[in-house]
């Protein structure tokens, strides 16, 4: 009757549309959608990751060569497809040193480029076990095997050292920042603060150096020691909402202290840890590239990113192969985990549209 009260004369009736509730969770998905970098660095991550879980199927049969198998008739070879080219592609960087950009044999380019064609095509109809798409190293082990293989255990170490720091930082955090200024809170940041002050790399590298861990043993203590800086910026989100009107409500209510961080407090900053945790996967497969560059992560036999970077040292001008195909793997995955780090954090902003 109101709705007819309301109308005009000779003014049909509308029907009512139904408006549909977005969730939070909805929004996110919706901004993350729609964000096209980030879905492409998404779809480059998990190519990356199933390249690396298929490493077995894929070296026996599209590569056809074991990442630990040695052959010193075969060491630091070219790419196979680019034996012909590479001794063009030297000349011409020769005359380049000898006289400078601008006496550069540029016309050397075509034959590198036609070379190198030829070498493609005649690698795509060759069977598995024929050619070295990176190159061989100083073991005549093929780069590109051992550069699959490397994949599972640093995005391993990765995935391990995000998980340990940021249970131990979200743990302390909240228990930090409900107890703030406390004798619990007093205790938790005399830790942070004595491991925040002691220099990392060199407690690392000494610690790799004697106990001379696996994967997993790397993992603990790259874990182990970062977690203070996601704890920190937990605590301070947690002192900011632990007196608001929900906590106090259930705090009335009879409600525990692990229910209240936990159900009530950690929701509120999940989309910061989310955030951070994605960032610090990507922070540890660069930290395990370090120090198995050093020579004190992740050693021989087991391929590894770091240790395939350490083990080109001095080869980037005679056999450039060695640091280029690592080096690739890390970027691509650094850059699309940061990637996706940074599309969530807008995507998780309630503010940004």
Sequence with gaps: MAQDALRLPGQAAKPIQEVKEQTYWGAVRFKLFRDKITMAAMALLIFMIA???????????????????????????????????????QHFASTCQAGGIAHCSWSTWSDV??????????CLTAGPGTCHWMGTDQAGRDVLSRGIYGGRISLRIGVYVAGLSM???????????YYAATLVDDIINAVIQTLSSIPL??????????????PEGLAFLLGIFGWMGISRLIRGQIFSIRERDYIIASRATGASIWR????????NVSSIAIV??????????????????LGVGIGPPLPS???????????FTDAPWL????????????????LIGDGLRDALDPWVK
Excluded: C
């Design 51 to 89: 390249i690396t879980l298929a490493a077995p199927w894929l070296t026996e049969n599209f590569l056809g060569f074991d990442p630990t198998d040695t052959n010193l008739r075969n060491r630091s070879l070219p790419p196979t497809w680019a034996v012909a080219a590479w001794p063009e592609f």
């Design 113 to 122: 480029l036609s070379d190198s064609a030829a070498g493609v095509k005649a």
């Design 167 to 177: 249970t131990l930082g979200i743990v302390m955090g909240l228990i930090s920042g």
């Design 201 to 214: 790399l060199f407690l690392l590298i000494i610690l790799s150096g004697v106990f001379q861990p696996g």
């Design 260 to 267: 209240i961080m936990f159900r009530h407090m950690l929701p």
């Design 276 to 293: 951070i945790g994605v960032f610090n996967i990507a922070g540890a497969i660069i930290a395990e590239a370090g120090l198995s560059y």
């Design 305 to 315: 990113w770091g240790n395939m970077m350490q083990g080109s040292l001095g080869n």
């Design 323 to 338: 640091v280029l195909a690592p080096g690739l793997f890390i970027f691509l995955t650094t850059l699309s985990i940061y």
